[in-house]
């Protein structure tokens, strides 16, 4: 079965970021995706610390949340992010989460469709929406669209339910992102995935030409 992991990067387990979780998880069962949702905001994890640990022995040198969840995401087709906007910007603890687990993982990130998805009060959502976007930019995942920008208002979990534009490019969104996944398992199975190259690095670490 194809399935999504839904990452929760508020500090609050049932707040606003929750609920337009919840809204994509409806769509989401009702079209035969299986979904897990996953805590990470109120989480006490650190920053990356460019060790390498990871790339010498497939998983991160801190063996936390980000492990667990690595092994999960080896089995998943899809992942949605979800943050709060602080500062026009998402939650830290959840850019620390993403930076080793985007890292320690990438060799079997390729074409998993990704999504994000932020809550405000009133500004600094498109920055903070195109922060974590990156993540899966630069990781071989196809980006899934909506109908306007994933984002929805409110500084409760009551205000979310009363946003019904965004709640419906919530909706809109994770439509789109099963339909994504689909056709991908689909194509992957009839066509294998596609082979990247991954030997060329541009490193001027002496600063001279050779």
């Given at each position: 079965m194809t399935k999504?992991?839904?990452?929760?990067?508020?500090?609050?387990?049932?707040?606003?970021?929750f609920t337009a979780l919840s809204e994509m998880i409806k769509i989401f069962e009702s079209e035969g995706i299986d979904t897990e949702l996953i805590q990470v905001g109120n989480k006490d994890i650190r920053g990356c610390i460019a060790c390498n640990h990871?790339?010498?022995?497939?998983?991160?040198?801190?063996?936390d949340i980000v492990n667990e969840v690595a092994e999960k995401f080896a089995e998943a087709d899809g992942m949605v992010l979800g943050s709060p906007v602080y500062y026009a910007g998402p939650n830290g603890t959840l850019k620390s989460f993403m930076d080793r687990l985007m890292f320690s993982s990438n060799s079997h990130n390729n074409m998993k469709v990704g999504a994000s998805i932020v809550n405000a009060r009133r500004n600094g959502s498109s920055s903070a929406l195109?922060?974590?976007?990156?993540?899966?930019?630069?990781?071989?995942?196809?980006?899934?669209?909506?109908?306007?920008?994933?984002?929805t208002h409110g500084f409760t979990a009551d205000d979310i339910k009363k946003d019904k534009e965004g709640l419906q490019t919530i909706r809109n969104l994770a439509r789109n992102m099963s339909f994504m996944m689909k056709a991908i398992v689909d194509a992957k199975a009839n066509y294998g995935l596609p082979k990247l190259e991954t030997i060329e690095y541009t490193s001027f670490t002496d600063g001279k030409e050779e």
């Open positions: 999504v992991l839904l990452i929760n990067g508020s500090p609050k387990a049932h707040g606003c970021t990871c790339q010498l022995h497939g998983k991160c040198v801190f063996d195109n922060d974590l976007d990156k993540y899966f930019a630069a990781n071989g995942m196809p980006i899934a669209p909506s109908t306007y920008w994933n984002i």
